[in-house]
Nanobody, 114 residues
């Protein structure tokens, strides 16, 4: 069983920064992946960044601007978002996957204004 509790998000101007955090509480099997997805209006949910068993993945659109980190003592991952663009506007979901299934947070909205 995995529970994901997100915080952060909100509104920022283009070029600005925001930070998302997700507390990952789990019992049982180890996680194969943990990270963030996003879904913009009218678009499919897409990977933003994730820690996987093979390393750290980033969407091409956020490379060099977003940074994923973990705070193991607090079972928390952070997504630092810099140089925000209007196209980063979306609902951001914390995500985790173990051997059996995917888990999702409730989502946090990020709005970038120009």
């Amino acid at each position: 069983q995995v529970q994901l509790v997100e915080s952060g998000g909100g509104q920022a101007q283009a070029g600005g920064s925001l930070r998302l955090s997700c507390v990952v509480s789990k019992r049982g099997f180890s996680l194969n992946a943990v990270g963030w997805y996003r879904q913009a209006p009218g678009k499919q949910r897409e990977l933003v960044a994730a820690f996987t068993t093979e390393g750290t993945d980033y969407a091409d659109s956020v490379k060099g601007r977003f940074a994923l980190s973990r705070e193991n003592a607090k079972d928390t991952i952070h997504l630092e978002m810099r140089s925000l663009k209007s196209e980063d506007t979306a609902v951001y979901y914390c995500h985790a996957r173990d051997y059996f299934q995917d888990y999702w947070g409730q989502g946090t909205r990020v709005t970038v204004t120009t």
